[in-house]
Each structure stands twice: as structure tokens, then as C-alpha cells.
């Protein structure tokens, strides 16, 4: 199956910009999101990418996608403490639905 | 907001009993699933659900049941509860990205249900 891989802590300071990586196996998704989990709640999509695409900007947020290499990034643009979170990569091999979560990266942003 | 809640938020119980979570959305979508969230895992399926009486096993299925006799009830049931089973769970409900008609759909999750099995 799938196999989502991501580094398990980032740390940066505020202001500085943030990438978050994140590497997988099946190369066959048509989607590629990012979702941000808050302490004590859910998820919560941030943004996504079609597979057909290599960048895709939203505001502070980029996302590159290296469909050779089978690598998604994620850059935060002058991060904010409020940016302190675990984000999660998430393919959606064989064209379904169905969501493969990495194991998340915890960002820690310090003054 | 996806208008999800999950019932009850905190629970704890002991080995062997038997435990139901709830999830409930107001918006009539036809996908519903649970996941559980452990540390080093990530978040993994362990069913869902296509319409009412409609499920099927994600990845971790075993020691769970589910059950939908309404479109906006999802039931996760464990049967004897084990403390491999101690957990954060998460429902989620499938719906399109706002954006337009050409946004994808995906999904999007509830606040979740903390699980001790002691």
C-alpha cells in the first residue's frame, strides 16, 4: 500500500519561512492535500494540489509538488505563532477518496 | 465547519466493555468515516460508510463494528473494548472544496473522541 512519510518536528522562528516535506510511494493520486491539526481538535483542510500541477499558491501558503521524485512540500510564508500545529500530507492513491495520512510534522514556532 | 459533533468528546472505561461513539452531521452527506489517531501513526481508516446501511473495512477494522440506520448517524462500536484500543477517534464527512464545481471532494473531520481503556 501507500506510504506516506514526513520528518516528525520543525522549529522556526517567528517570521522566518517554514517547509514542511513530505515524501510517498504511489504515484497515482489525482489529489494531494495538507490538513493542520490544532491541539485538541480535528483536522482541518488547509490546501490541496492537482496532480497535473506543480505549484499552487494560497496566500502565505505554497505547495510544490515534484511528481517525478514523488515529493510534496509545503511553505509557510512568515510563520506565526498561530501556525503552531502538527500538519499532515495526505495522498489519494488509485484515484479514490480515500485519504493516506503521513505521520505528521509538529511545527513549533518560537519568538 | 463541517457541522459535525461527536459524542461523548472524553470517555474512559475498563477492558472487556463495550463502547459506542457517535457522530452526527447536519449536512446530508452520504460519506461518513472514523479514524483513529495514535502517536507515529498518523490518522488510519478503520471503516466508513456510502449511504445508510452501506459500510465497508478500512485498515484497522478488526475489534470494531459500525452501523448507520440514518443518513446523519455514524456508530463505532467496540464490542470488548482492549487498551490497544485506547485512542483519539475521528469522524469525517466527505463534501466538495469550496471553490466551484470544478473543487475537488474530500474530507473533513469532527473534534474528535478521546478513548481510555483502562
Known amino acids: 500500500g501507500e506510504d506516506v512519510e514526513q520528518s516528525l518536528f520543525l522549529s522556526v522562528r517567528e517570521g522566518d519561512s517554514s517547509v514542511i516535506n513530505c515524501t510517498y510511494t504511489?504515484?497515482?493520486?489525482?489529489?494531494l492535500y495538507w490538513y493542520k491539526q490544532e491541539p485538541g481538535a480535528g483536522l482541518q483542510l488547509l490546501t490541496y494540489?492537482?496532480?497535473?500541477?506543480d505549484m499552487k499558491q494560497d496566500q502565505r501558503l505554497t505547495v510544490l509538488l515534484n511528481k517525478k521524485d514523488k515529493h510534496l512540500s509545503l511553505r509557510i510564508a512568515d510563520t506565526q505563532t498561530g501556525d503552531s500545529a502538527i500538519y499532515f500530507c495526505?495522498?489519494?492513491?488509485?484515484?479514490?477518496?480515500?485519504?493516506?495520512f503521513g505521520t505528521g510534522t509538529r511545527l513549533q514556532v518560537f519568538p | 465547519d463541517a457541522g459535525i459533533t461527536q459524542s461523548p468528546r472524553h470517555k474512559v472505561t475498563e477492558t472487556g466493555t463495550p463502547v459506542t461513539l457517535r457522530c452526527h452531521q447536519t449536512?446530508?452527506?452520504?460519506?461518513m468515516y472514523w479514524y483513529r489517531q495514535d502517536p507515529g501513526h498518523g490518522l488510519r481508516l478503520i471503516h466508513y460508510s456510502y449511504g445508510v446501511k452501506d459500510t465497508d473495512k478500512g485498515e484497522v477494522s478488526d475489534g470494531y463494528s459500525v452501523s448507520r440506520s440514518k443518513t446523519e448517524d455514524f456508530l463505532l462500536t467496540l464490542e470488548s473494548a482492549t487498551s490497544s484500543q485506547t485512542s483519539v477517534y475521528f469522524c469525517?464527512?466527505?463534501?466538495?472544496?469550496?471553490?466551484?464545481?470544478?473543487?475537488?471532494?474530500?474530507?473533513?473531520f469532527g473534534p474528535g473522541t478521546r478513548l481510555t481503556v483502562l
Open positions: 504511489d504515484s497515482s493520486s489525482t489529489y
Open positions: 494540489i492537482f496532480s497535473n500541477m
Open positions: 495526505a495522498p489519494t492513491p488509485g484515484n479514490t477518496d480515500k485519504l493516506i
Open positions: 469525517a464527512i466527505r463534501r466538495r472544496v469550496a471553490g466551484g464545481p470544478a473543487s475537488p471532494d474530500t474530507q473533513y
Open positions: 449536512e446530508n452527506h452520504r460519506y
